[in-house]
């Protein structure tokens, strides 16, 4: 996940168990990048799936 991070500059913004994978050499992968997004663009509304949110942003964008 660093390299999706530090070399590509994106954040996946939706996390969770049905998104990661595990090859067959035992290395994470991330599926499902449909909501991905460049680090330095504000994020402007909801993505990803409530139950895997933090708190803290469950609740701005339940606010709005």
């Known amino acids: 996940m660093n390299e999706l991070h530090t070399k590509t500059k994106h954040a996946h913004l939706d996390l969770k168990l049905d998104n990661i994978l595990i090859g067959s050499d035992f290395k994470i992968r991330l599926c499902d990048m449909g909501t991905a997004t460049p680090l330095d663009e504000k994020v402007l509304c909801k993505y990803g799936t409530d139950d895997y949110m933090a708190p803290e942003v469950l ?4 606010a709005r």
């Open 59 to 62: 609740k701005v964008s339940k």
